[in-house]
T-cell receptor, first 116, second 115 residues
Framework: NAGVMQNPRHLVRRRGQEARLRCSPMKGHSHVYWYRQLPEEGLKFMVYLQKENIIDESGMPKERFSAEFPKEGPSILRIQQVVRGDSAAYFC??????????????FGQGTRLTVV | AQSVSQHNHHVILSEAASLELGCNYSYGGTVNLFWYVQYPGQHLQLLLKYFSGDPLVKGIKGFEAEFIKSKFSFNLRKPSVQWSDTAEYFCAVNPINFGNEKLTFGTGTRLTIIP
């Protein structure tokens, strides 16, 4: 059973370009969470998705950021018109249908985005 | 909304010293509690978790944590640290609130062990 797979591991973009980060959850997991880790800071929640639904996007910046988790395929975190301040590590986690019922979230290895 | 506080931002210890990292959360309802570790350049790994039952939970690598409900705390402890424990440690909480169960993290504590 493969773990949470994120790709690419490293992504370099010029200012103004788009960044697409992919996350394939563990088999059987239908919940996906995206977190951002800025240099010297902790993890900040961005968005929580279930298949085809956004449950909580309270941590997403209002502009340029979007996320989806389609019925088929990986979850995508999309950042349009990237700026230097978007440089960070983006972590995806997945969990089975109900995190509340004594399960845990498993993390991917993250995507390190560098905006030059 | 829930929040998590880790007051120690950077802790430096010598090998064999005892460790306690503080974690306090704010949420009025029932919660699950977690400690994750992030070794340099790696992803987060679960150290231990509390769901219910005995408030003293034991995790991997000799770590343990105690849930004190009255203090809203879930401090991480280890009696004798090793150089390999150098890492960043994150406390996290998720409310038992079916339908929105996001994990909220503290800002982390960087632990440096001096050989």
């Amino acid at each position: 059973n493969a773990g949470v797979m994120q790709n690419p591991r490293h992504l370099v973009r010029r200012r103004g370009q788009e960044a697409r980060l992919r996350c394939s959850p563990m088999k059987g997991h239908s919940h996906v969470y995206w977190y951002r880790q800025l240099p010297e800071e902790g993890l900040k929640f961005m968005v929580y998705l279930q298949k085809e639904n956004i449950i909580d996007e309270s941590g997403m910046p209002k502009e340029r950021f979007s996320a989806e988790f389609p019925k088929e395929g990986p979850s995508i975190l999309r950042i349009q018109q990237v700026v230097r301040g978007d440089s960070a590590a983006y972590f995806c986690a997945s969990s089975p249908p109900s995190l509340g019922s004594n399960t845990e979230a498993f993390f991917g290895q993250g995507t390190r985005l560098t905006v030059v | 909304a829930q929040s998590v506080s880790q007051h120690n931002h950077h802790v430096i210890l010598s090998e064999a010293a005892s460790l306690e990292l503080g974690c306090n959360y704010s949420y009025g309802g029932t919660v699950n509690l977690f400690w994750y570790v992030q070794y340099p350049g790696q992803h987060l790994q679960l150290l231990l978790k509390y769901f219910s039952g005995d408030p003293l939970v034991k995790g991997i690598k000799g770590f343990e944590a105690e849930f004190i409900k009255s203090k809203f705390s879930f401090n991480l402890r280890k009696p004798s640290v090793q150089w390999s424990d150098t890492a960043e440690y994150f406390c996290a909480v998720n409310p038992i609130n079916f339908g929105n169960e996001k994990l909220t993290f503290g800002t982390g504590t960087r632990l440096t062990i001096i050989p």
